[in-house]
């Protein structure tokens, strides 16, 4: 089991913003394969493509889940690769701040996240 991160509404108001606008900036250099919260794409998506494949004889396909991905990121190299389409500081103190924003589990004190 993991923690979840549940952000108040604004905070999920302010990151649905920021996601629609930059997503499409990204999207577009991720691997046709990549399935997971993906505009447009779906478990299912991924299932027909793998039965695709197995109609194509081909013999590998990956399933997986980074677990704790942005926990362990280095979040210094994932803002400098960000910053390079993102120009507005404010924008990039932001998504910052999200990075690094903390859990508060119930009946224990807020824990941040670490970042390297």
């Known amino acids: 089991m993991r923690p979840?991160?549940?952000?108040t509404v604004l905070d999920r108001v302010i990151?649905?913003?920021?996601?629609?606008?930059?997503?499409?900036?990204?999207?577009?250099?991720?691997?046709e394969s990549s399935f997971g919260f993906r505009p447009?794409?779906?478990?299912?998506?991924?299932?027909?493509?793998v039965q695709s494949y197995i109609?194509?004889?081909?013999?590998?396909?990956?399933?997986?889940?980074?677990?704790?991905f942005?926990?362990?990121?280095?979040?210094d190299l994932l803002m400098a690769r960000v910053s390079r389409r993102i120009e507005d500081k404010r924008v990039l103190q932001l998504i910052g701040k999200y990075l690094?924003?903390?859990v508060v589990q119930p009946g224990h004190q807020k824990t941040e996240k670490m970042a390297k």
């Open 4 to 7: 979840l991160g549940i952000p």
């Open 70 to 75: 942005f926990d362990r990121v280095d979040h």
């Open 100 to 102: 690094r924003a903390g």
């Open 55 to 68: 109609r194509e004889d081909r013999c590998y396909a990956v399933d997986a889940d980074l677990s704790k």
């Open 40 to 49: 447009g794409r779906s478990a299912h998506d991924a299932i027909r493509s």
């Open 15 to 31: 990151q649905q913003v920021i996601t629609q606008v930059i997503g499409p900036w990204f999207d577009y250099e991720f691997s």
